[in-house]
């Protein structure tokens, strides 16, 4: 298996408060990438990173932002969290197009 | 803008009997097109894959799919399935947006249920 990891695993939190879930790899992949799923609506691209300090947005990115200092770290915050964001989010990682691979998931509630 | 359409949000199909599960994505996106799985509180893994050649792809657990460019499909087919095959499945492709070919799109996903 790829080796990422994602934390945390599962978080309670109240609107309005800032929060940041972290994904961090071991491959040394190029691409790294932060979706949402939720019912009805499969996975939807949040941002992703083609490199250290280059990020891009993706279909649902308002209300969030992203940081790539290091190739092994791709960092997902949420300024200031609202109910719509309770949801599961996946991290990924590839080298190659479309070959992704994925963390197990955080769970996010926003009360 | 590149999609990628699931027909069925759900499919239910009796053991060992044959599946398929319909995937359909707009011309715009390029044909690099996939199947990834996701098992109950797991993430995704890819199940298989089209990039180029030939149009029948195999890929685990006794899984192909054919990419039909002339009706833009992607249906993914098991002659016979097992209790185990039971997840959600997701089709998703890949196209040149905005000149970048790694922005995977996924479609809504086909939940399959076998049942004994």
């Known amino acids: 298996d790829a080796g990422i990891t994602q934390s945390p695993r599962h978080k309670v939190t109240e609107t309005g408060t800032p929060v940041t879930l972290r994904c961090h790899q071991t491959e040394n992949h190029r691409y790294m990438y932060w979706y949402r799923q939720d019912p009805g609506h499969g996975l939807r691209l949040i941002h992703y990173s083609y490199g250290v300090k280059d990020t891009d947005k993706g279909e649902v990115s308002d209300g969030y932002s992203v940081s790539r200092s290091k190739t092994e770290d791709f960092l997902l915050t949420l300024e200031s969290a609202t109910s719509s964001q309770t949801s599961v989010y996946f991290c990924?990682?590839?080298?190659?197009?479309?070959?992704?691979?994925f963390g197990e998931g955080s769970r996010l509630t926003v009360l | 803008a590149q999609s990628v359409t699931q027909l069925d949000s759900q499919v239910p199909v009796f053991e060992e009997a044959p599946v398929e599960l319909r995937c359909n994505y707009s011309s715009s996106v390029s044909v690099y097109l996939f199947w990834y799985v996701q098992y109950p509180n797991q993430g995704l893994q890819l199940l298989l894959k089209y990039l180029s050649g030939s149009t029948l792809v195999k890929g685990i657990n006794g899984f192909e799919a054919e990419f039909n460019k002339s009706q833009t499909s992607f249906h993914l087919r098991k002659p016979s399935v097992h209790i185990s095959d039971t997840a959600e499945y997701f089709c998703?492709?890949?196209?040149?947006?905005?000149?970048?070919?790694?922005?995977?799109?996924f479609g809504t996903g086909t939940l399959l249920a076998v049942q004994p």
């Open positions: 998703a492709g890949t196209g040149y947006y905005g000149g970048a070919t790694n922005k995977l799109i």
């Open positions: 990924a990682i590839s080298e190659f197009p479309g070959e992704l691979f």
